[in-house]
């Protein structure tokens, strides 16, 4: 039984939260030298070896070997959304775009999981809901304009779409993980093993296996632990700390803010007044759909 300390719970959070900020400088230093799977590859290899000492330091490791069939079925099919699926679409998206767009863009998940939640867990959809939902797309328009103010002049579509698409996936994985009841920590060790098999089936495949630069390979090593690996235990340890879980929950709005100074001062672009106010408006709407219809209950 973890005795309740808001202290260490902000501790933990904040600890999360700064490595949460940081990860988008990692994504685009490592993307410079490396291909999209080859920094899933690395990342996701160094995140599966920091949950394995994790598990095994909780002397855990044995419960890893005795999954149902049913949980290893859930494990394939939880791998291949995250971190497959996602971390492909959400690093090509970073590729593409500039890294104070990708990221705001890619935080709009809980409005999908909102959209996602009605066909798949039978949630009602409030009209508050789709207050939030305006005011969301709203900021990922005015993000994708990139510091223009002409609204048909969107640069790089296909990277807006894909980082739209990550946060569809995220959301999905999110709800399909909510049915698996099994300890977090094993459970996304197994994903991981799995999520390892395919990228590294699909490096194979493609040749990706090949000539894989040096100079990516530290930034790449820093998302696997920072991005996937370390972070999620640290805010796991933040919730399980906290008095009242929406007092840390809160923190994490402000992560793709602290994340904007970071991108200004270690990639040098420019902020643009569209980007603080395209995710000034992304979370708003979040905030309008987790309390308006907290309210209207």
Request: glycine content about 6%.
């Amino acid at each position: 039984m973890v005795l309740k300390n808001n202290k260490i719970a902000f501790l933990y959070a904040g600890m999360a939260m700064l490595c949460w900020s940081t990860v988008a400088v990692a994504f685009k230093r490592a993307l410079e030298s490396l291909s999209v799977a080859q920094l899933l590859l690395i990342a996701n290899y160094v995140a599966l070896l920091a949950l394995i000492i994790q598990v095994a330091i909780r002397g855990k490791i044995s419960v890893c070997f005795h999954q149902t069939r049913r949980q290893l079925l859930s494990s394939m099919l939880l791998g291949l959304l995250n971190p497959f699926v996602y971390y492909l679409i959400l690093f090509k998206a970073y590729y593409l775009l500039p890294a104070q767009v990708a990221q705001p863009i890619n935080f709009i998940w809980p409005i999908m999981l909102m959209l996602l939640s009605v066909p798949l867990l039978g949630q009602k959809l409030h009209v508050v809901s789709l207050i939030a939902l305006l005011v969301s797309f709203s900021g990922v328009l005015i993000l994708s304009l990139q510091g223009r103010i002409d609204i048909f002049a969107i640069e790089e579509p296909v990277g807006v779409m894909l980082a739209l698409s990550s946060s569809i996936i995220w959301a999905l994985y999110w709800i399909f993980n909510l049915k698996d009841k099994r300890d977090d920590q094993i459970k996304l060790l197994v994903n991981f093993f799995f999520s390892s098999v395919y990228i590294t089936a699909w490096c194979l495949l493609t040749g990706e296996l090949r000539g894989i630069p040096c100079s990516g390979i530290l930034p790449a090593v820093y998302s696997g632990l920072f991005e996937m690996g370390i972070t999620f235990v640290l805010w796991m340890k933040a919730l399980q700390y906290a008095t009242t879980t929406a007092k840390v929950s809160n923190l994490i709005y402000i992560t793709p803010f602290v994340s904007l100074i970071f991108i200004h001062l270690f990639l040098h672009e420019k902020i643009y007044l569209t980007s603080v106010t395209g995710l000034m408006l992304i979370i708003t709407g979040i905030f309008i759909q987790q309390y308006g219809v907290k309210e209207k209950k």
